[in-house]
């Protein structure tokens, strides 16, 4: 099934667990840093509508007992820690795969105790709308949500888009429930969990704006603030800091409030949490990445391997290219999304046009069963080019490949242009082997093949897996490729043949009910390539 990128259908790239409500963001504490001091701040309790009752009037304390990891920069947190972390405190720990906060209330994982959810001010008339990456499968459960969620950002990540609606309050956040709920089939009543032997939370985050947290009870949540972080750092606070020591005893909810000023944005990440310890609970592997323009998930923060700057560089260095080194925009002569993005060019420049002047021109497919498509980030709007505002939001040709059942769906692009005499829009054969092979700059959740297609009567999704490819490793990060025709090999292990090629075409495969982000954002010419910058 062939369709020419004219008219896009929109998609929602949201994905809401639950949303709750919260009142009175205002209030609480600044963490101070690790080894700082201050004794005359007193926290206040807030009251919590969602929770129930009214507002308990808990006396301050005077004293505080706060305190940030000496390794909040967790990039190099193994190394640079002056005492090593109490890391039996730890209750969730995403960079080791980790998706549930073990809080001990629910072993069978049946009540949703310690599952990760987003929360907003929607349910007080507020119209914030949360974002986290569209990795969820159809009617996927919430636990396998979550898991995808947090192995996509190797964290638990969201952005907020403020709204003003007619909530007292601008906010988003994310949170879990420390025991669940009485009966996630009937009920969602919350239950409660004695935590006063935690001694307090330690949290490692990144945020571009400053973070609430709140410890919720009966009638009451108590509150801290923490401040942004453009690296991820671990923060810990007392039960007693907070005046919570008593309330501690009876908790329902964990929760992390980002509040916001209408028509803005805000980014939040927490890669772990742990009960409270001075030199902190967590060891986290990793760096704070902001996801670029080039990324169907644009400003989203997420938690980066360490060894993954490694492994970018020694592959560089063992790719056998060298020579000084270059950008992607340099080995993409051929289509390069910002470029094209500034100067309203919809199409690949394959200099090789038939002189039917439709070479290059960007298709999708799928297989004849029809159940596989391509869902766009835009919409089309009368008298509106839908390529070059497609290519202005992506900087790119982005989208998300779903599957209602198992098959294959892809984009890909004539090289010549359609066949000048009878062929119904077919593609004609062109001589690429002057590139020398290809260069392609992409993210993208799945592997994902390229495909070199001599076909030219339409019959190239029947055949597809027989024709020579070579599989671009799946990457959430924007990461560069470059393969020789040789690297293009058949499922027979034949070589291809650059001389006689019609289209260039971009093939993933799913299983029913996945989805599948992808931004293919630079193509070039391997002839070109001396050596990527990473």
Known sequence: MFRRISGIAASALLLGFVACSDDNPSGGFDVPAYGDSSSSVEPAPQSSDDVGGSAANVASSSSQNVAESSSSVI????????????????????????????????????????????????????????????????????????????????????????????????????GFNVAGVEDPHASHALRYGDISDWGGICVTYAADRDVLLRLYTDDTFYQAEFGKSTEFVEKCVT???????????????IRFIMPGTDGTK???????????????ACDVDGYAYVLPKSSVDEGIIVLRSSSSKQSSSEQSSSSGITGPCTTPESVSD?????????NGNDFVNTGLDNGSETSGYWF?????????????????????????????????????FKYRSEGVVGIGFNVAGEALSGKNGAPDIADVSAWGGLCVTYTSESDMD????????????????????????????VKTVCSKWSDFVSYAETPS??????????????????????????????????????
């Open 75 to 174: 990039a190099n947190s193994s190394s640079s820690a002056k005492t090593p972390k109490n890391t039996a405190a730890c209750l969730w720990n995403a960079s080791k795969g980790d998706y549930l906060v073990n809080t001990g209330f629910d072993p069978d994982s049946t009540r949703g105790a310690g599952l990760w959810y987003n929360i907003s001010d929607d349910p007080d008339g507020g119209v914030t709308e949360v974002y986290s990456p569209d990795v969820c499968g159809f009617e996927a459960p919430e636990y396998e949500c979550a898991e995808a969620l947090v192995e996509y950002c190797g964290s638990y990540c969201a952005e907020y888009r403020f709204r003003k609606g007619t909530s007292a309050e601008i906010f988003g956040g994310m």
């Open 239 to 253: 039960w007693d800091a907070l005046n919570a020591a008593e309330a501690s005893k009876h908790v329902s909810s």
């Open 266 to 280: 805000g980014h939040l990440s927490i890669a772990a949490v742990g009960k409270y310890d001075a030199n902190g």
């Open 334 to 342: 051929l289509w390069y999304g910002p470029r094209n993005a500034r």
């Open 364 to 400: 999708s497919f799928s297989d004849e069963k029809g159940d596989a498509f391509v869902s766009w980030p835009v919409m089309q709007y009368e008298y509106e080019n839908v390529m070059n505002l497609l290519i202005e939001v992506c900087e790119g040709i982005c989208g998300t």
């Open 450 to 477: 390229v495909v070199m297609s001599n076909d030219t009567a339409f019959t190239y999704i029947e055949k597809i897996a027989l024709l020579p490819k070579v599989t671009l490793p799946k990457s959430v990060e």
């Open 497 to 534: 043949d650059p001389t006689h090629v019609a289209s260039i075409l971009f093939v993933v495969y799913g299983n029913a009910g996945s989805e599948s982000k992808f931004n293919v954002i630079g193509i070039g010419k391997y002839a070109d390539v001396q050596n990527i910058c990473k």
